[in-house]
């Protein structure tokens, strides 16, 4: 059974950056798409980044310019760059593995979650 291992979360300061890995156990991680949603509290889960398979990206607004998904299927592994973290990145993240490309991305797979707090 296939499953999906965050880690990497933790306590940064406002400008800083973390990088979250992704570890998915199974033979299908390298013919699905992986996305990294977040859900902070009192709000809906957003989906943050997706990488398809033939590696290409797609970004929610939010977060442009400052997060890069990254993946190595060498060792089943996906990652979510960081970088100039607000307050407003602060959320549990969560990987996931599954289908439909950059703009029609479908979940199949959840990991548990890391929580991410951006704070002083």
């Known amino acids: 059974q296939v499953q999906l291992v965050e880690s990497g979360g933790g306590l940064v300061q406002p400008g800083g950056s973390l990088r979250l890995s992704c570890a998915a156990s199974g033979s299908i991680f390298s013919i699905n798409d992986m996305g990294w949603y977040r859900q902070a509290p009192g709000k809906q889960r957003e989906l943050v980044a997706v990488?398809?398979?033939?590696?290409?990206?797609n970004y929610a607004d939010s977060v442009k310019g400052r997060f890069t998904i990254s993946r190595d299927n060498a060792r089943n592994t996906v990652y979510l760059q960081m970088n100039s973290l607000k307050p407003e990145d602060t959320a549990i993240y969560y990987c996931?593995?599954?289908?439909?490309?950059?703009?029609?991305?479908?979940?199949?797979?959840w990991g548990q979650g890391t929580q991410v707090t951006v704070s002083s």
């Open positions: 990488i398809t398979s033939g590696y290409r990206t």
């Open positions: 996931t593995n599954g289908r439909g490309g950059v703009y029609s991305y479908t979940p199949g797979l």
